[in-house]
Nanobody, 124 residues
Framework: QVQLVESGGGLVQPGGSLRLSCAAS????????MGWFRQAPGKEREFVAT????????FYATSVKGRFTISRDNAKKTVYLQMDSLKAEDTAVYYC?????????????????WGQGTQVTVSS
């Protein structure tokens, strides 16, 4: 099991940028694939991005591809989500999640551990 704590959310204007961080505890972080999901009010939690255990492969939801970048620093046990060209429809609570294996997944149910979430609001 791994504990996850997100940070970096806030209020930003359309077109702006934010970088979310997710700090993990536990010895096996470097062997886990990680993902970012988001949940807007009244909607299901949806996949945003995922990264392989070694950072060598990533995958994005179509809605964020080209605007968001997922990365990780295994030495710091941290995964990041750089969000650029933000839109109002990106407003949501963002969650990081850890798998217990190194391969990526888009499926929420394949992630074993979750953070508490951080609010991102895009508004003028």
């Amino acid at each position: 099991q791994v504990q996850l704590v997100e940070s970096g959310g806030g209020l930003v204007q359309p077109g702006g940028s934010l970088r979310l961080s997710c700090a993990a505890s536990g010895r096996s972080f470097s062997t886990y694939a990680m993902g970012w999901f988001r949940q807007a009010p009244g909607k299901e939690r949806e996949f945003v991005a995922t990264i392989r255990w070694d950072g060598g492969s990533t995958f994005y939801a179509t809605s964020v591809k080209g605007r968001f970048t997922i990365s990780r620093d295994n030495a710091k046990k941290t995964v990041y989500l750089q969000m650029d060209s933000l839109k109002a429809e990106d407003t949501a609570v963002y969650y990081c999640a850890a798998r217990s294996v190194g391969s990526m997944s888009l499926i929420r149910g394949q992630y074993a551990d979750w953070g508490q979430g951080t609010q991102v609001t895009v508004s003028s």
